[in-house]
């Protein structure tokens, strides 16, 4: 059983232009009740813009978020994953360059499209769907699971 970025990503995923302000950028945020945007210029996907992106590089050092354009912040260059990525290979993308948001893209290259986004958070969620999967499997095969993944299971699953 290995699950796909396409099981757990978001489609409708918020974008903003390079050329928006950071403070435009933000508003949308607001308005949307999320943590980053992902950047296109020209539809493509050239960066991302987070809440910590705006602390560290508006808020901490007092930039001017109506003179400051989303391309002077946003973080580039930008990690993708494909739909039919692995979630396990997903997660070690995140680990290795310390991102917890990774844009989903498909299509040929030079041609690719935006049509995702995953983040730790929304794989995070999978665990106990994971750990309940793994008891039913248990059960079905009618096998005793190691003592170490009983404990895990019986932790987990209420």
């Known amino acids: ?6 099981d757990v990503m978001v489609k409708d995923v918020v974008t903003v232009d390079s050329d928006y302000t950071v403070k435009n950028a933000a508003n949308i945020m607001n308005r949307f009740s999320i943590g980053c945007v992902v950047v296109l210029e020209k539809e ?10 705006m602390l560290k ?20 260059p ?10 396990e290979e997903a997660l070690d993308l995140m680990f290795r360059y310390k991102i917890k948001k990774l844009p989903v893209i498909e299509g040929l290259p030079g041609k690719e499209k935006l ?38 299971m019986g932790y987990y699953i209420v």
């Not at 059983?1 to 396409?6: A, C, E, F, N």
């Not at 007092?62 to 580039?76: G, H, L, N, R, Y």
């Not at 750990?131 to 404990?151: A, G, V, Y």
């Open 1 to 6: 059983m290995s699950l796909k970025i396409r």
């Open 115 to 152: 049509v995702g986004l995953v983040t730790l958070t929304d794989i995070a969620r999978l665990q106990p769907q994971l750990i309940k999967r793994l008891k039913q499997l248990f059960e079905e095969f009618q096998e005793t699971p190691p003592q170490s993944i009983d404990k895990v």
């Open 78 to 87: 930008i990690i993708v994953v494909r739909p039919d990525t692995p979630v």
């Open 57 to 76: 590089k508006i808020v901490a050092v007092a930039q001017d978020p109506e003179k400051t354009f989303v391309k002077e912040i946003m973080s580039t």
């Open 44 to 53: 493509k996907v050239v960066g991302i813009i987070t809440e910590r992106d």
